[in-house]
Each structure stands twice: as structure tokens, then as C-alpha cells.
């Protein structure tokens, strides 16, 4: 694995793979999750879950469990706020419990809170619900039947959102096309898994609720939880424990926070509630399966000169983030090739299953697999090589898409050529045994997102930094949320750079409504970048402060005092120096404390057209990656052998973390690709909510991976920054199925690429 | 996830292990390992009053031989034990191999290979490569002891023909005039995934030709099946690669696979198909002693 190429001597602490601030506490088990946490007189919460897909609840009788010793209260929707919730303000669709209907196995009807988790447990046995059963809406492409029965009363035909964006003439362009395809491709309802399941603690005492919590974003939950119970945003604190992966699951309020606040205020003891495996898989939020329709045209070189996307997405029961996916899916695909004619046709539906939202690469994963697809088939068509079609489409740096995303920074065909190199593809494309393939797919993905998910005012990041009176420690607050990713490390070393002191120098105070500036959190790939650029201000603002009061002391012009791991020297006058200490110390003596304070806000991003916002960020990232596989054709089993992604994410601040996140979102992408699928019973039951039959890549599975960067400097990020945590694992499915068909001449539409799916394709092939 | 309530009983001879699960009688489950029984615990699968637990019982552990009996493997050895014992490596690696093949590392440190067999799992990894070699179990009861072949111990998925207060005790695989065996797994990832199909066959040979064949099917039948057939296919035959894929064939459509979540009838007949071919050509090229 190579270093960081961009790495700019110029910086002492970014740049460089400094260990992670928590690594100490992961590794020895010192750090504690929400669910290793016990507070004094806490009871133990639990969520009654509907065994039906789609039913009327008729009765609930809650005697039996109020009567079991040691249980402290039962409740159901007459005992909660009706308040419709959701994270898409447009949609807000949920209550806390279901109030007349319930519309997924596992939609929440009822809880308790006892003594301790058997009690909850036996309790939640013994609450009788009486249920009509009503026939499910299973089926994504009938859901909008006149004959399916309607999930909710206010979205007719079951239709979540109805899309239609339309940019140039793509009629006009395909009809004058040298050569058009249409193809239809297919993804599933993969999940998160992240290995934490969802828990909150929340405490009720003299009218305020804290609630500590597995969250990506205390914001929202603080937002969302005081709109709910109707409390003022003060009264609500959320802080965020140690988080055992996110990955879009917790960025909305699950359930385990109202549930437990509600049974919180309830007893007037702290209530903490944990999912089981279950529970976090029907709960779900996360991949949307999608049904993709592309027709895109090409000139007899290979120009794409137009393409027209249709989709229909399976929603699942509720809105959750849906509408944004939604628009996501569509809104992606004219990123990383340039072509001005797009139409993008979309339907979000609702059906009785589990219901989806964001997921690591959001809407834009299973789109970018159908294109990736198509324009491998498009190559092969026209008898082109599979990279340079894409070097003749790739987007330029300094360009607008048709959906008019401003594009800054883009070594997108430098990735290119780097992939191509460090692959060897010009020595195996076509040249390996007939069980080799090798294939490519590319990417691209937003840096944060150019609007809050609803409607406010607010920067999207804020950041203080406060000197320690003796001017040895700096102490970093941030709102930014650290789930694993690494978003503290980035932070502290972005903080130490901007001031001028060292990594180990910075102190974290982090992710708490109360004590830590307000950031939107941990989705949309947003904090390098977000609150990066808020906490480089906040260190900038300390670096001058400092300076200024050094030039005194040296008797010196301040614009001649400079500042490098704490050393104050006047520019050619290597005698006159002072440590960073004594002048912090001086200034809390004369002036107070030493702070900084910086947030970020993204300029105005975007067209005015309808969902225009949806896509819209200061920066974009460009990813290429190729893959080798072998295929057994007896078995249709594949094996990845080999994975070289080269990725354009701006200045690294740390390679170890980068490459880290490189290889999380692409083996998380071939368990999309290869793996993973949430499926049913006739009934909408789940089948396979566990861990043995969901499956998910293990170590023994996963390919090797090279993980490389091309040199690029983002003008909209600090220090140069862009993204790099979900964009690569948009590539991976394309990137795979091309490998495939290189390999054994098949070619698979609807993921995943299971072996049996491969093999029916194969004896497919041999009856042609 | 939370495991019912049970007592807990931990007798401190086999015997007393016996007499406490003829007392019980239905009531009392055998807790050996625990990464079956558990888990079905949690899931409300399993409803035991009693645990009678055999942690105690260290002469159901670990692996010897006995010249004139064969090597014999206690019930309460981990697979982990399996994969790492000499005895095992030395004379049937193909057993080790196949404990290897299961869960995870974590999991073939606790779960045992009696838990394989008693739990009657028609995906079993262990069964079909004992069943290969002939192997017997040893069963104790409060009335005694008696012998059976693995062969004969199932009789349905969860069901076997252990009585209400008898414990396999061993596993014996006796002294081979085989010359060779293997078991082949398909699974739908590296590791912690059940087989799809498992095949294991064993071969005796005399020069070019088989004098005897065993192919056993795991994961198409109920239990784990003797593919009959496809064994009449070679034995007694001079090998030869139209052989081996005579007998896949017959091997495939002898089996009764299921259509479920990890893969449909038709696709498991294939995988029959291939990986018996595969199974017997190892077991005739690589041999096991």
C-alpha cells in the first residue's frame, strides 16, 4: 500500500498516520458502548414488535405484564405522543408505537421497562394484541396496482415520492445517437451490520431528558426527540458513547431513544434499551432495492451524448431518508461522466417490509452499478477497451454536470491511468486463462451535502478550541461525530496543524448537544471537509492570537513570527524564539482565555429546479477500481482475487485512516455485490435477520486490495480535503460484475452476484 | 436476546449424567459445547428445565488410539481439538480438514463434534466423512452401553436413535483397509456458512481398480445420505474419469434436495454433481493414510 501521494512537505502534523485517539480504549476494552454502560436504578427497556407485515391492531391488553413483579410500566401509543416523526421533513410518517396499523414485521407496538432484562423480556410475552391481518403490499413493481392494498391513508398508490428531472434532450440525443442500449439491472435490500446494534440510556429528571446514545448525529436526535415529546431543544440533551459502526443506520432516531425517554419519564428512572440482531436488521434503514431502466446513447467513438434513467424503489414501510435516496440515485449518475442531455424518472414505493433510508454511498451505489454495467456493454458494442470509453467520458476538473453540480477538483482520468497501470491491465485485459476476468468500475461521491436535511439557517459545523491555562494542552470541542471512522483523529491533527502545536498536544471533547459546538454529524461523507474547515478556523483564530501577543514579547513585526510544533521563532532570526507554553500562559494572564472558534457553512450550491439540493456539495470525489476474479463454472462460484482502487479524495490528513476507510467501503461493497440480501416469506417475514444468513464478508473472504491515490488539491476543502468514505464503494458492484463477464462471457443483472445466479447464467450461456 | 430460565446440573460421572436425563425425561437437554443449544435457546427454540451439563466429564475428551478398535474421539472434543490432534492429522486428515471447514475459530473452540452429530443437522459437516470411514458411536445409558454406526444414528433432522437418557459417549473409526477420503463443502462464504452441499467419500484401492467406494451426501436428504448408486458406479471397477463423472451424475439424481434460502433444489443437484466427482478424485489421487 502506497503512502499518501499528495503528502505536502509543507505541513508538520497532516499527513502523517498518527494512531487513532481511541485506539488505546478499543483495543484494551476500556472504551464503553451504550450497551456496556449501567447508571444507578436503571431499568432495562424493551420494544413488543408486530408479527405481521401488514395488520389492524383491534386490542392490546397490557394487565398480565403490569401484574409480573418487577415490572415498572408497560405502554403503547395511548400513552405516547402521537407526533408523526421521520428524518425527510416533507414525509414525517411514524409514531412511536404504531396507532391503528402496523406495517412491517417488527413495527413497534408496545414496551416495558423492568427491573432487569429477563422481567422485560417475560413481560413483553405476556401483553396481548389482537390483530386483523391484512394482505401485504410485497412486491415493489405492483405496489402502485390500483388492486394492492394502501399502506398509509396520505400517499396514494403507495407512491413515497414521484420524480421527474429533466435536463437538455435526451429524445433528441438518443435519436440522433450512433448507438443506443436499454437495459434493465436490479439491487436488494442490503443492510448496514453495523457490529453495534442500536442502544440509547435515556434519564428524565426535573424536566429535562439526557439521553446517551449510539448516534451519528446528537443534532437530529435532539431536533427530532424535543419535536416528539414537545420540549424545548435545552431540555434535551443527547450524548453520543463510543460507536460501533454507523454507516447511515443511526442517523436517524430509532426508537431505542423515544421508547426509552418515554418509559424514562414514565417511571422517573433511567431506562436503557438495546437491540437484539432482529431488531436491527427489520429495522433496517438501509440500502433501498432499486429497479434501474437505463437507455443511453453513445456517438460511433464512443461519446455518451445522452441518457435516460428510470428507477423504481422499494421504500419499505416508512420514509425514513428515502426521499433523499430517491433523489440520489438519479441525481449521481451524470457525475463522474460529462454528457449534458440527462432525464431521470423516479418512483419511491412503499411496501410491508423493512423500511429503507441511507446506507454508505446513499442512493448511488446500485445506479452506478447499472451504468458501470451498461458502459462495459456499450464498450464491447463499439469494440472499445472498457478504460478508454471512460477516459474519452470522464468528467474534467472546472465543470458542471447537466443536474448543475459544481465540479472543482477532478483527477478522474489521472485515476484512470493509474488503475490501468498498477493493474496490469494492458498485459491481462483479454490475455487470462478462460477462468480470469478482470473488470473495472468507477465512482464518485459528494464531500458533505450542500444542505441540511431540514430547512434551518444554521452553519453545518462549529468548533471551539480552548488553550489550557499553562499553554500545554489545547482542548478541541466539536459536534462532529467519530463512529468509528476516525473523525476525532483527522480533527485533533487538522487542530494541531492549524494552530501549530502536535497531535498529541489536542484533547477531545466531542458529539454532546450541550457541551460541544452544534455539527450536523457523521453522514454524506461531510466532516473532513465541514468540520474540518470550522475547526482549522477555530485554530487559525488561536494561531493569530498567539502570534500577536508573541511579536510583543520577541519585539518583533507579527508578520515575521511563525509558529511550527510549538516553537515561535521570528522569520531569520533563528536566536529569537519562544515556546508555545509561556506565550499561551502570558495570555490567559493578560487577556483570559485562549479560544478559537470557527464553523462552517457551505456556500449556495445548486439549480432551482425541483430536489435540485439533493446531490449539491462543495466537493466531489472520483474513484476507479479495477478487480480480478477466478470463476469456478461448475460451482458459478467467483472469487475476488485482486482489487487495485485508486482513489481523487484532495490532501490526505491521515494515509492510515484513509486507506482504512478505502478498504471498509469496498469490502462493504462486495458484500453488496456478492453476499448480502435481506429476503421474505410469502408472509413479509424476514428470513435470514441474523448473522448466519445474512452474510457478510469475512477476512477469509475478502480480496487483496491495493489502495492508491492520485495527487489533487480541493480549492473548497481545508487544507485541500475531499471525501473518501463512502465513495468507494460505489465502484465495487460494476467493477465486479465487469470482471465476471470478462471471465466466462455472462453477464449478470440484479445483484447479488450469488454462485447459483452465476451458474444459471452459464448453463444459460451454453443452451445459446 | 436472553436464555430462559433452566437448572443447571453438572453430574460428575457419566453414569450420574445418564440418570439424570432418565429422570427428567424430556424436560432435560445434554449441554455439551452450547453453539447449537444455546442459540436455539435464545432464539426460543429450545425449552429445556434441565441442563445437564458435561463439563465435568473429562473421559469424554480427547483423542487415542487402540490397536485392534481404531483411533476413537471422545464426544466432548472440541472441532478445534479435532483439527489440531496428531492422531488425527497423521492417519485421517480428511476428518481434520473437515472439522476445519466449520463456523468460525471461535465457535470450533467450543462446540464439539457429539454436538455435531446429536443435533442431527442434515447440513452436518462431520457426520458424512465418519459415516465414510465407517465409524461407530459409542452410546451410554443408565441400562448400558451399546454401538452403533454413525450410518444408523440419525433418523431425521433433530432426531437420532439416542434414547431419553443415553449420551454418545465416542466416536470410533475403526481400522481403515481404505486407502483414501475426503470431504468436499460448498458453502456460500469462506467461513461461518453451512454447507449448501457436503460430499465425502472414501476409496479402497487395488491398483487402478476400487474395491470399495463410500459416498455420503450431506445437506440433500433429512439425514446424511448414502448415495448407494453412485458407489455401485465404481465398485469394483477399474477408475477412470468417465467413471468419476458417471457416478456425479448418479450421485445427483439420487439425492432429495430442498429448495431454501441458500440455494434451490436444482442447483444442489449440480453441486452434487461436481462435488462428488471432486471428492472421489481426491480421495483416489491424495489418499488419507
New interface residues.
Given amino acids: 500500500m502506497s503512502e499518501a501521494t499528495t503528502q505536502n512537505k509543507e505541513y508538520s502534523v497532516i499527513g502523517r498516520s498518527f494512531p487513532k485517539v481511541d485506539a488505546r480504549d478499543k483495543a484494551t476494552g476500556r472504551a464503553r458502548y451504550t450497551g456496556d454502560i449501567k447508571v444507578p436504578n436503571m431499568l432495562y427497556g424493551k420494544i413488543l414488535r408486530s408479527p405481521h407485515a401488514h395488520a389492524r391492531i383491534l386490542k392490546i391488553d397490557t394487565s398480565m405484564a403490569e401484574a409480573l413483579p418487577g415490572v415498572k410500566a408497560v405502554i403503547t401509543a395511548k400513552d405516547v405522543p402521537s407526533t408523526m416523526y421521520g428524518i425527510s421533513p416533507a414525509r414525517y410518517d411514524e409514531t412511536i408505537f404504531a396507532i391503528e396499523k402496523v406495517l412491517y414485521v417488527g413495527d413497534k407496538v408496545a414496551a416495558v421497562a423492568a427491573v432487569d ?2 422481567t422485560a ?1 417475560k413481560a413483553l410475552s405476556l401483553i396481548d394484541v389482537e390483530y386483523e391481518v391484512l394482505p401485504p403490499v410485497l412486491d415493489p413493481l405492483r405496489a402502485m396496482d390500483d388492486d394492492q392494498p394502501q399502506l398509509h391513508p396520505q400517499y396514494p398508490r403507495n407512491i413515497s415520492v414521484e420524480i421527474h428531472q429533466n435536463f437538455g434532450d435526451v429524445d433528441k440525443a438518443l435519436a440522433e445517437a450512433y448507438h443506443v442500449r436499454t437495459d434493465t439491472f436490479s439491487g436488494t435490500r442490503t443492510s448496514h451490520v453495523p457490529m453495534e446494534p442500536h442502544a440509547a440510556i435515556s434519564k428524565w429528571e426535573d424536566g429535562k431528558l439526557t439521553i446517551s446514545c449510539s448516534t451519528q448525529s446528537p443534532h437530529y436526535f435532539q431536533y427530532h426527540i424535543a419535536r416528539v415529546f414537545g420540549l424545548k431543544m435545552g431540555d434535551v440533551r443527547v450524548m453520543k458513547t463510543f460507536v460501533g459502526g454507523g454507516f447511515g443506520g443511526k442517523l436517524e432516531a430509532s426508537g431505542a431513544e423515544y421508547v426509552s425517554a418515554a418509559l424514562a419519564m414514565k417511571t422517573g428512572r433511567p431506562v436503557k434499551i438495546v437491540f ?2 432482529w431488531e436491527v436488521f427489520t429495522h433496517h434503514r438501509g440500502r433501498h432495492p432499486q429497479h434501474i431502466t437505463l437507455t443511453t446513447g453513445v456517438t460511433k467513438e464512443g461519446k455518451i451524448v445522452g441518457c435516460h434513467a428510470r428507477f423504481i424503489i422499494d421504500g419499505g414501510a416508512y420514509t425514513s431518508l428515502g426521499i433523499a435516496s430517491a433523489y440520489y440515485a438519479g441525481a449521481m449518475i451524470p457525475l463522474i461522466y460529462m454528457f449534458d442531455d440527462y432525464r431521470f424518472d423516479g418512483f419511491r414505493v412503499h411496501t410491508n417490509l423493512p423500511s429503507c433510508g441511507a446506507q454508505r454511498g446513499h442512493g448511488a451505489p446500485q445506479p452506478r452499478f447499472a451504468f458501470e454495467s451498461q458502459l462495459d456493454m456499450i464498450a464491447k458494442d463499439l469494440g472499445m477497451d472498457p478504460i478508454e470509453i471512460r477516459r474519452l467520458n470522464a468528467r474534467k476538473p472546472n465543470t458542471m454536470t447537466p443536474n448543475e453540480f459544481q465540479v472543482n477538483s477532478c483527477a478522474f482520468t489521472e485515476a484512470l491511468d493509474k488503475a490501468r497501470n498498477i493493474s496490469g491491465w494492458d498485459e491481462k485485459k483479454g490475455k487470462l486463462s478462460s477462468d480470469k476476468g478482470i473488470g473495472i468500475g468507477c465512482g464518485g461521491f459528494i464531500s458533505g451535502n450542500g444542505y441540511a436535511i431540514y430547512r434551518t439557517r444554521l452553519p453545518h459545523s462549529g468548533a471551539v478550541i480552548k488553550v489550557s491555562e499553562q499553554g500545554d494542552i489545547a482542548t478541541l470541542y466539536t459536534g462532529a461525530v467519530d463512529i468509528g471512522q476516525g473523525s476525532d483523529t483527522v480533527l485533533a491533527q487538522m487542530a494541531a496543524e492549524a494552530i501549530g502545536i502536535n497531535y498529541e498536544d489536542i484533547k477531545l471533547v466531542t458529539a454532546d448537544t450541550e457541551t460541544t459546538p452544534h455539527d450536523f454529524g457523521a453522514y454524506a461523507s461531510r466532516q473532513t471537509l465541514m468540520s474540518g474547515w470550522a475547526v482549522k478556523q477555530a485554530g487559525e483564530e488561536i494561531r493569530k492570537q498567539v502570534l500577536e501577543l508573541a511579536a510583543e514579547m520577541l519585539e518583533a513585526n507579527v508578520e515575521d513570527v511563525d509558529i511550527d510544533r510549538r516553537v515561535i521563532y521570528v522569520k531569520g532570526s533563528p536566536d529569537k524564539v519562544l515556546p508555545f507554553e509561556r506565550v499561551a500562559n502570558e495570555f490567559f494572564i493578560m487577556r483570559g482565555p485562549l479560544v478559537g472558534r470557527g464553523k462552517y457553512a457551505p456556500p449556495k450550491l445548486g439549480g432551482k429546479f425541483k430536489g435540485a439540493p439533493v446531490g449539491t456539495s462543495p466537493a466531489y470525489s472520483f474513484a476507479a477500481q479495477v478487480s480480478q476474479v477466478e470463476v469456478d463454472e ?2 458459478g ?1 467467483v472469487m475476488v482475487t485482486d482489487v487495485w482502487d485508486v482513489h481523487d479524495c484532495g490532501q490526505v490528513i491521515n494515509p492510515m485512516l484513509l486507506h482504512a476507510q478505502v478498504e471498509g467501503a469496498l469490502f462493504m461493497g462486495m458484500g453488496e455485490a456478492m ?1 448480502e440480501a435481506m ?1 421474505f416469506d410469502a408472509n413479509g417475514k424476514p ?2 435477520a441474523n ?3 445474512y ?1 457478510i ?5 475478502v480480496p487483496h486490495v491495493v489502495s492508491d491515490l492520485v495527487d489533487s488539491y480541493e480549492p473548497a476543502g481545508p487544507f485541500g480535503v475531499k471525501e473518501v468514505g463512502e465513495g468507494a464503494t460505489l465502484p465495487t458492484m460494476g467493477s465486479y460484475a465487469n470482471a465476471i463477464y470478462d471471465a466466462i462471457g455472462v453477464r449478470i443483472y440484479d445483484m447479488p452476484l ?3 445466479k452465476v ?2 447464467a452459464i448453463q444459460e450461456r451454453k443452451r445459446m | ?2 436464555v430462559p ?1 433452566f437448572e443447571y446440573l453438572v453430574p460428575q460421572s457419566l453414569q450420574e449424567a445418564c440418570a439424570l436425563l432418565g429422570q427428567h425425561g424430556s424436560k432435560a437437554k445434554v449441554l455439551s459445547g452450547g453453539s447449537d443449544l444455546i442459540v436455539k435457546m435464545k432464539n426460543g427454540l429450545a425449552k429445556p428445565d434441565y441442563l445437564v451439563s458435561l463439563k465435568n466429564l473429562d473421559e469424554l475428551k480427547g483423542v487415542r488410539y487402540e490397536a485392534g478398535t481404531g483411533v476413537i474421539i471422545g464426544s466432548r472434543t472440541t472441532h478445534n481439538q479435532v483439527i489440531a490432534n496428531p492422531i488425527l492429522r497423521e492417519k485421517y486428515p480428511s476428518v481434520c480438514a473437515a472439522a476445519a471447514t466449520m463456523a ?1 475459530y471461535q465457535i470450533r473452540n467450543i462446540g464439539t463434534i457429539g454436538g455435531n452429530l446429536v443435533n442431527a443437522v442434515p447440513s452436518a459437516d462431520m457426520p458424512p466423512i465418519l459415516i465414510a470411514l465407517g465409524a461407530q458411536a459409542r452410546i451410554v445409558g443408565t441400562a448400558g452401553e451399546r454401538v452403533v454406526r454413525v450410518e444408523d444414528f440419525f433418523l431425521g433432522p433433530g432426531r437420532t436413535v439416542l434414547g431419553q437418557d443415553e449420551i454418545l459417549a465416542e466416536l470410533v473409526i475403526p481400522d481403515q483397509a481404505t486407502t483414501g477420503s475426503n470431504y468436499v463443502k ?1 458453502g ?7 454447507a449448501v452441499v457436503g460430499v465425502a467419500s472414501s476409496v479402497t484401492m487395488a491398483g487402478d481398480v476400487a474395491k470399495d467406494v463410500r459416498i455420503i451426501l450431506g445437506a440433500v436428504a433429512p439425514i446424511p445420505m448414502v448415495a448407494r448408486e453412485a458407489e455401485n458406479v465404481l465398485r469394483g471397477k477399474k477408475v477412470s474419469d468417465d467413471l468419476i463423472q458417471h457416478a456425479g451424475k448418479v450421485a445427483a439424481v439420487e439425492s432429495k434436495p430442498i429448495n431454501d ?4 433444489a436444482e ?1 444442489r443437484r ?2 452434487v454433481d ?1 462435488l462428488t466427482r471432486r471428492s472421489l478424485k481426491a480421495a483416489i489421487e491424495k489418499g488419507h493414510v
Avoid at chain 2, 456460500?188 to 453451512?194: C, K, S, T, V
Wanted: proline share 4%; net charge negative.
Fill in positions: 432484562d429477563e423480556t437484539d440482531r461448475e460451482t462460484q453476499y429476503v428470513l435470514n448473522l448466519g444468513e452474510r464478508p469475512t477476512a477469509l473472504d450469488t454462485p447459483e451458474w444459471r | 436476546m436472553i430460565q468460525a460448498f456460500l462464504r469462506r467461513a461461518g456458512a453451512l434460502i441458500r440455494g434451490s442447483y449440480n453441486l461436481v
